[in-house]
């Protein structure tokens, strides 16, 4: 699944560690979501578009 | 919280470490070599990675990340399912090839068998978890 996270993020000036802490999961899980190769609960996409200040609708490619 | 588990883990993986020498090592002095080295190999391998393993999580927890996240529970929900079903056949390989093993280890008994399965399951858990988390998620 496509995503926009580290186009927001860089926007953000936030860092894959300082993302991954301020959604309270690993920094390898922003990698592999950045990258596509894993998909999120709802629970964590919601509080990552929250975070960058979008909708999960924005954020990812469905 | 973290820290606390932590220290767990490595704590059960030290007796882990010890119950499995503790075990080899008596075999060894017993005459049955092959056991008592492999064992005590097997042991010092766990004990390697585990350690290894167990630093570089620490390392995490103190920079502040959490302990295991829901890509790492998905993971070693899978991970455990295939140790769980590949184990039953290794199980049944072994109860297969009951009387080859036996003719090259002739001190094969129940506990080895027992001891050779949950050896086994561990490491196929072991590398199903390495080589699913390298990959980034599991395919539903």
């Known amino acids: ?62 | 919280m973290d820290k606390k588990r932590v220290l767990l883990i490595a704590i059960l993986t030290l007796a882990f470490v010890a119950g499995i020498l503790f075990w080899g090592i008596p075999l060894y002095f017993e005459g049955r070599y092959f056991e008592g080295v492999s064992l005590s190999a097997a042991a010092l391998i766990v004990a390697f990675f585990g350690f290894k393993m167990l630093y570089a999580v620490l390392k995490n927890v103190n920079k502040g990340y959490p302990l295991e996240d829901e890509r790492l529970m998905r993971i070693k929900t899978r991970a455990a399912a295939y140790a769980f079903y590949i184990g039953i056949y290794w199980i049944l390989a072994i109860m297969w090839f009951e009387d080859v093993i036996v003719k090259y280890l002739p001190n094969f008994d129940i506990s080895s068998a027992a001891g050779a399965a949950i050896m086994g399951q561990a490491v196929i858990f072991g590398l199903a978890y390495w080589i699913l988390s390298s990959k980034g998620d599991v395919k539903n």
């Open chain 1, 1 to 62: 699944m496509q995503n926009r996270i580290k186009e927001l993020r860089a926007k953000h000036n936030l860092t894959q560690e300082d993302l991954a802490k301020k959604v309270g999961v690993r920094r390898e899980t922003i990698v592999f979501l950045e990258q596509g190769k894993y998909n999120p609960s709802l629970g964590l996409a919601h509080t990552i578009a929250k975070t960058l200040k979008t909708t999960i609708e924005d954020l990812f490619e469905f």
